[in-house]
């Protein structure tokens, strides 16, 4: 047992004034590696002098994995800018060493300090690889949510409707003051900020023409997307996240249940149902703030505010916000349920998951609109 225990790799450390001096006894080798590592990892940790000793008189076996794990030690040492000194070296030892000079350029590469530029192309190279990957992804969840809600067409008995509903409810019902509120208060703003402007060349009148289309054809829909994407998006990740923490969808699968007909499907379809009535709801409280501000500041009548807003908005510019509702659902209630499906396991890999869902929830959402806002455009409406 005492020679059992000899063998065991060591590093004796003694202090002189302003020098160090490590002492590795033992056998160095591939068995005793393992052991071997730590006790160079808790020289690096070590808050040290500038001048290093490594005396190797007490070495009593090495072989090249030994050799390697001090080489490698005083490599990093030295790149610390310690001063670092090998004394008592055998023969193995130097022959060994000398093995491994040829890999000392690779090393001196590895922590060679990149450049600026060099910085930012390795980041905007993992940022493209990851960009790939997740639309790889997001691309196999839309298959998947296809597939679901054509069978759930093709069975209905496979759409959970108390579900459905109750989703609804909160999604919809439960967001309506917020939407309202929102949406009066930007009608107001527009109105005030039209009302500035148009004054200089004499034409306030014509704010109503502005606050209509406006709230109508984009303002509305978009400030309840923005809206639900953050109150929403971001409850449907974490519910989900948090199922998958505590192996809630696991269990779905281990009984036989599909995750995408009990979690995803009704909460995108309870989406796509209610944004349309939301976006209506924003429509009306947007005209219903932009007219508050219009009736007081430039003192025209209810009756002559809603007879201009008849003239300025046409049935066709309506629609263009009211069609958009339901794909603005859409985009939102596919990205909060695949991003709460990519939750590794973690309380933080939940918070992180929120947050790309509203920010990618809003920008899907915003560049929607933009590209549908340039198709009405040039079809006419």
Request: with cysteine; hydrophobic share 50%; proline share 3%.
């Amino acid at each position: 047992m005492e020679k059992m225990t000899s063998h065991i790799p060591k590093i004796d450390i003694f202090s002189q004034k302003e020098m160090v001096i490590f002492k590795p006894n033992g056998l160095w080798n591939a068995k005793t590696a393992k052991v071997a590592e730590p006790l160079c990892t808790n020289i690096l940790a070590k808050a040290l002098p500038n001048h290093l000793v490594f005396d190797l008189a007490e070495l009593q076996q090495v072989d090249t994995s030994g050799v390697w794990l001090l080489h490698r030690t005083v490599q990093e040492l030295e790149y610390k800018g310690h001063q670092v000194e090998l004394r008592n070296q055998n023969r193995v030892f130097q022959t060994l060493l000398s093995r491994l000079d040829p890999y000392k350029p690779a090393f001196e590469k590895m922590h060679q300090r990149r450049s600026f530029f060099e910085e930012r192309l390795v980041e905007f190279g993992k940022t493209s690889v990851d960009l790939v990957f997740l639309i790889r992804d997001l691309i196999t969840f839309l298959g998947q949510i296809t597939v679901g809600v054509f069978l759930t067409f093709l069975q209905p008995c496979r759409l959970r409707i108390i579900s459905t509903i109750s989703h609804i409810e909160r999604f919809g019902v439960n967001a309506l003051p917020i939407v309202s509120l929102m949406s009066i208060s930007l009608g107001l703003v527009l109105a005030y900020q039209g009302e500035e402007q148009l004054r200089r060349f004499g034409a306030e009148i014509y704010t109503i023409n502005l606050v209509s289309i406006s709230v109508l054809r984009e303002v509305g829909i978009l400030i309840t997307a923005i809206l639900v994407a953050g109150r929403t998006g971001s409850a449907i990740t974490a519910q989900i996240g948090i199922m998958k923490i505590n192996q809630e969808v696991d269990a779905l699968n281990t009984l036989g249940l599909s995750p995408m007909d009990i979690l995803i499907i009704p909460r995108i379809l309870a989406l796509v149902i209610v944004m349309p009535l939301l976006a209506f709801v924003s429509d009306i409280a947007g005209l219903v703030g932009g007219g508050i501000m219009v009736i007081f500041s430039l003192d025209v009548s209810p009756q002559l505010y809603i007879h201009r807003v008849g003239e300025a908005v046409t049935m066709g510019g309506f629609w263009v916000g009211i069609l958009k509702a339901p794909l603005f659902g859409a985009i939102i209630g596919v990205v909060s349920c695949f991003e709460g499906m990519r939750v590794t396991g973690t309380a933080e890999s939940v918070g992180a998951s929120t947050t790309r869902s509203v920010v990618e929830g809003i920008f899907l959402v915003t560049l929607a609109d933009a590209l549908l806002s340039i198709f009405f455009s040039q079809i006419g409406i």
